[in-house]
């Protein structure tokens, strides 16, 4: 299903750059929101049509494998031995066009 004309592949980019712009806007106003209601103090804040609940949750403990194994020393046929790679895919960047 390749797509050659160009001029759709540029309203493609474009439309998707205002939707990512969009989607930053929604995310820092509902960063601002979440912090209005966490400083609240409250644990249930109901609205008019839904309610919030909010928890404390204690951070996550993660264990620095990498680190731990370079102080061991291993071999590079033991890394090598134990590594894996994941299923090739797709990334889609997109940036402002200067000029």
């Known amino acids: 299903m390749k797509n050659e004309n160009p001029v ?7 439309r998707l750059a205002l939707i990512k712009a969009q989607i930053a806007n929604l995310k820092r106003e509902e960063d601002q929101l979440k912090d209005v209601l966490i400083d ?3 644990l249930t804040i109901d609205g ?5 609940a909010l928890s404390y949750c204690a ?22 031995a134990h590594t894996s790679t994941g ?12 000029g």
């Open 40 to 42: 609240s103090g409250e």
């Open 8 to 14: 759709l592949l540029a309203a493609a980019v474009d």
């Open 87 to 98: 299923e090739p895919f797709y990334t889609v960047r997109v940036s402002a066009r200067k």
């Open 59 to 80: 951070g996550r403990e993660c264990i620095d494998w990498k680190t731990i194994a370079a102080k061991l020393a291993p071999s590079r046929q033991l890394i090598a």
């Open 48 to 52: 008019q049509l839904h309610r919030a």
